[in-house]
């Protein structure tokens, strides 16, 4: 192994497209170095395997688990709906907030190809996923838990990998495909254009999307205002083989929402840009027990801006954006040897965070509020995996990751408006972090059991360790940060079973326990006043000494036939506080059956799906109970040459409806009608 030197001609391309690189000092030049290690060979692009619950497939030219019957059409969200253990809360009609185990953003990790990408909104209406589109995406990878994909960081809840679609070396010459598509609900509208080349040295594609809705109808025709938006996303992937096992890649991402409109808030949003980049090295060892080595080193850059000039009766105009700048690397090496698999990742970033708010009173001097103080985090993490097969019937999976976190408030305004509410804060801390897991499979027949256990913590968000004056429309309190929070730390003990009698038919039985130490949430606060116009009072963020919550599923697959298959599901989930209170935002029992018809290349599908009533509302926390609900839907498709039509019907009773993640209570789509081709050049 060698190591390159870093001089200013390789470092001044990432000051260039990242400016907080123009301050690092001596001292955090270490973590560039490290990104740049490299075999001296270097590179060649081979997917690790990774253990992973579940996947589902994004682009058509693949195979696996689950697929959208909308096919690309269908935005990211409606992907993701097809995880199990994953869960979405709707502000809107864009850019769905996923929550897995029952557990939101805060206990998640989310990564684009590895990469960390942080939301830029106070309110959570940009997540990570909303920075990505079906037509640039291969799959959607979910770890479940403490078990995390090797970049994962304080993934209590679990992780989401989310796999760029690239043409890979070796492939078609050229490839193309045009998508339309139409929806009836809120005349949304959806175009894609992908293109590709491949050579053995050399391979290229990319493509652009473009999606546009007016507001939608709920259950019964009612129009449902500010859930309009549009939305434009272009992709760029290139590889270059210098050798046989050496390759280089790179990756850029240019996606831009306006005009979104969110219903269950007080604001809608004007703008929503992210650029994000990657360039990565790879070394693929031969005749050795290492099987690769890959190296990749990142930059975004996520702007977010809230506009409330739409809205009527606003009482104070307010101006509220945000900014999020990250730039990070990881270096991830595989092995192998005698059935047995092994990880070794290195990963670092450093993100900075500000928001701010200008409120304008008629008649009055604009009043100025920093939100987020500019906070700069600098994040490095060592992580290992281990899949050992210990018989042909028994294997044991092994998973840890440690972590050192250093952030810095460098917005003097921000610090000292927080420093008023917590006089002995500092403007720098530092914070060490870590999980470990361990799971063991066994294989009886027909009959496969996994049983596992695992710790973790993880750090405060900005939000909880430093917001200021953040109003929650869930339960209408401002909110402040607490920068003298604990870590947050959990146990996780889980199980499944899977039984497959005969080929045609399984099973599937699997359950979570999560106990809480230091569990963070919001505490009332009495003594301070709130700023929002309406907000009923002020929540500071807190440690909880303890909380559960335990997740149980099932889910049943039988094909009858080769052109007919059934499938089902129920989930149920319990989150208690220290107290015995219910956590807000726990899914009720729910329910899901489906039949798949298959005739050569046509395919139709009736499927149905249900929640029960929400009686363990976390009420203390200001959740309403939610009435049970179900609803049904048809949709087919059928593949003509190199053409492929989709049609359905949601929703199909026009049911008026909302689930408990739908915020404030706001109404889903009442029926929709869809279609869209796909032409395969």
Request: net charge negative.
């Amino acid at each position: 192994m060698c190591v390159f030197n870093i001089n200013k001609h390789f470092v001044l391309p990432f000051r260039l497209f990242y400016p907080p690189f123009k301050s690092f000092n001596n001292n955090m030049l270490p973590l560039v170095v490290l990104s740049i290690i490299l075999p001296s060979d270097t590179i060649n692009a081979q997917t690790p395997d990774i253990n992973l619950d579940e996947v589902t497939v994004v682009s058509t030219n693949n195979t696996g688990r689950k697929r959208s019957v909308k096919g690309q059409s269908a935005s990211i969200d409606e992907h993701l709906s097809e995880l199990s253990h994953v869960n979405l809360v709707r502000r809107g009609s864009y850019a769905w907030e996923p929550t897995v185990n029952n557990m939101q953003t805060e206990r998640l990790s989310t990564t684009i190809d590895g990469m960390k990408i942080f939301y830029a909104c106070t309110d959570k209406m940009d997540p990570v996923t909303s920075y990505v589109e079906s037509g640039n995406l291969q799959t959607i990878s979910l770890n479940s838990g403490l078990d995390g994909n090797p970049q994962a960081t304080g993934n209590i809840g679990g992780s989401l990998d989310l796999r760029l679609r690239k043409a890979g070396f070796d492939a078609e010459s050229f490839e193309a495909s045009a998508l339309a598509g139409f929806e009836s609900n809120g005349q949304l509208q959806v175009y894609g254009l992908n293109a590709s080349t491949s050579k053995h040295k050399f391979y290229a594609n990319g493509g652009a999307f473009y999606r546009h809705a007016d507001n939608y109808r709920t259950g019964g025709g009612n129009e449902l205002q500010f859930s309009q938006f549009q939305k434009l996303n272009a992709f760029a992937n290139a590889g270059f083989r210098f050798t046989e096992r050496n390759i280089a890649e790179a990756t850029f991402i240019f996606d831009r929402a306006t005009d979104v409109g969110y219903p269950a808030l007080n604001m809608d949003v004007a703008k929503a840009e992210g650029l994000i980049g990657s360039l990565s090295f790879t070394h693929q060892f031969v005749e050795s027990w290492l099987n690769s080595w890959q190296t990749k080193v990142y930059a975004n850059r996520i702007e977010h801006i809230m506009d409330d000039t739409h809205r009527p009766d606003v009482e104070i105009h307010m101006d509220m954006p945000g900014l999020s700048r990250t730039a990070g690397f990881y270096s991830l090496l595989t092995a192998s040897s005698g059935g047995h698999s092994f990880q070794l990742n290195a990963d670092g970033y450093y993100n900075r965070l500000f928001a701010d708010m200008t409120m304008y009173p008629g008649g009055a001097a604009p009043m100025y509020m920093v939100t987020w103080p500019d906070v700069g985090t600098l994040n490095a993490g060592l992580a290992g995996t281990a899949n050992l097969s210990l018989t042909d019937k028994q294997s044991l999976r092994l998973s840890t990751k440690l972590a050192w976190q250093r952030q810095h408030l460098n917005n003097d305004e921000g610090y000292h408006a927080l420093k008023v509410f917590f006089p002995l804060m500092t403007n720098l801390y530092h914070q060490t972090t870590g999980r470990i897991a361990a799971a063991y499979t066994l294989t009886l027949g027909s009959v496969t059991l996994t049983g596992g256990a695992g710790w973790g913590s993880r750090a405060p968000t900005v939000t909880e360790a430093y917001g200021y004056y953040l109003n929650n429309t869930f339960d209408q309190y401002d909110y402040i940060g607490n920068p003298h929070l604990k870590n947050e730390s959990a146990v996780e003990l889980n199980a499944s079973t899977k039984w497959q009698p005969i080929s045609s038919l399984s099973f599937k039985i699997d359950g979570s326990l999560f106990q809480f130490a230091n569990y963070i949430i919001g505490h009332f606060e009495t003594r301070l006043s709130a700023m929002t116009v309406g907000a009923e009072g002020v929540k500071v963020y807190g440690n909880t000494s303890h909380a559960t919550i335990a997740n149980a599923d099932f889910s049943a697959q039988w094909a009858p036939a080769r052109w007919l298959r059934f499938d089902a599901a129920l989930s149920y989930a319990h989150g208690s506080d220290n107290e015995g209170d219910a956590l807000p935002l726990i899914a009720p029992f729910g329910w899901s059956l489906s039949a798949t018809y298959t005739a050569g290349k046509f395919e139709a599908r009736a499927d149905a799906k249900g929640n029960g009533r929400q009686n363990r509302n976390g009420e203390k926390y200001g959740e309403q109970s939610t009435p049970a609900y179900y609803i049904c839907g048809l949709s087919a498709q059928y593949a003509l040459g190199r053409l492929t039509a989709r049609a359905g019907i949601e929703n199909l009773f026009d049911r008026y409806y909302h689930t408990y993640s739908d915020w404030c209570g706001i109404p889903q789509k009442g029926r929709n009608i869809y279609v869209n081709l796909n032409f395969d050049f």
